[in-house]
């Protein structure tokens, strides 16, 4: 079958990541979507909307590369073109958009959510070892911290508070998307701690997920936000076991670095690893649903992360002076 994409959006990330990833995969670009005043990019056509597009109907593929908060109305268009589709995650910042688009995933809709570092060394070294663990007390600690110059913070849609677009929205779908691949999806948040600035630029947060029974007790501990330094890694503890995955949210080709302390005794393991976006890309293209894309496109694993989302949300909003 032949491809015929559309992009849409023109920030950085498709302009810096996605297209040059679509040049050494060889897949052309039939048009970009977006409000820039520009007719082309880089030999490709520049349109306002999908319907300015006259041969539209022969579209196949559609990226859409938007702030979180625009992108619903993007994925039912193009669940009413009955177009393969691949968002940045999260695909929904709230219940009710998920609701909106339900009855598409009864008619065969794809949608794919950009969960890249599933596709990482980092992510499989965690997940074959985890699903090994015998021992279900443990402690999970998840970083991500990115650095910034004598405390200043540019008010991108990282560090804003107020809207759908923060580093809420950018980092948590990852952290609950990781929880739903290894079925952690019964627990509480608690222990929030929230740093501001006094512009109310987001900073830091803080918070902890607890679960308790009769079985096993588990204890996540999540740090995102802004710092000193560059933070990017997971952290587990257990028994007799532990290790450290760094950088583990990756989406870059790279070295992956894994220190472990197993029988008291240490080790390091340095892997080399692909370009995680350009490996989901590429499966994304060229495979169907019949394979490992698949929980990447379950409504079930959409209404969850986008429910913990939403319940993160309310929470913060709780702990908001």
């Given at each position: 079958m ?42 490709i ?26 992108q ?5 268009e193009?669940?009413?073109m009955n ?8 695909a ?7 609701n ?5 995933f ?7 959510e ?36 004598n ?13 759908k ?20 999806v ?29 079985n ?43 220190k472990?302390v197993k029988?008291?005794k240490d ?13 989901m ?18 409504f ?7 429910s ?8 913060i ?5």
């Open positions: 032949s491809i015929e994409l559309i992009i849409i959006g023109l920030g950085n990330h498709t302009k810096n990541k996605i297209i040059p990833i679509l040049k050494n995969l060889s897949i052309p670009i039939k048009a970009i979507i977006t409000s820039t005043k520009i007719s082309h990019y880089k030999n056509k520049i349109y306002k909307d999908i319907h300015s597009i006259k041969d539209k109907k022969t579209i196949t593929h559609c990226i859409i590369s938007t702030t979180p908060s625009k619903i109305k993007y994925i039912k193009a669940a009413l177009v393969k589709t691949f968002v940045e995650k999260p929904f910042i709230s219940e009710e958009d998920l909106s688009v339900n009855s598409f009864n008619t065969g809709f794809s949608l794919t950009g969960m890249m570092y599933r596709f990482g060394a980092g992510y499989n070294y965690f997940y074959s070892n985890f699903s090994q663990k015998k021992d279900r007390n443990y402690e999970l600690s998840l970083n991500f911290i990115l650095p910034n110059d405390g200043i913070i540019l008010n991108t849609f990282r560090s804003d508070i107020n809207i677009n923060s580093i809420i929205y950018d980092m948590g779908p990852y952290i609950f998307d990781l929880l739903w691949t290894v079925n952690i019964d627990y509480q948040i608690s222990n929030i701690k929230i740093e501001q600035f006094e512009n109310k630029l987001f900073k830091r947060l803080k918070f902890t997920l607890k679960l308790n029974n009769n096993f007790s588990m204890k996540i501990k999540i740090d995102i936000g802004y710092g000193s330094s560059y933070i990017n890694e997971l952290n587990f503890n257990s028994k007799d076991n532990q290790f450290n995955v760094s950088p583990f949210f990756w989406g870059r080709s790279g070295k992956i670095n894994i472990e029988a008291n080790s390091l393991i340095e892997i080399d690893t692909a370009n995680a976006l350009s490996e890309l590429f499966e994304w293209f060229h495979s169907n649903k019949e394979n490992k894309l698949m929980d990447l496109q379950s079930n694993r959409y209404k969850f992360v986008t913990q989302l939403v319940n993160l949300e309310r929470e909003y709780k702990n908001v002076k």
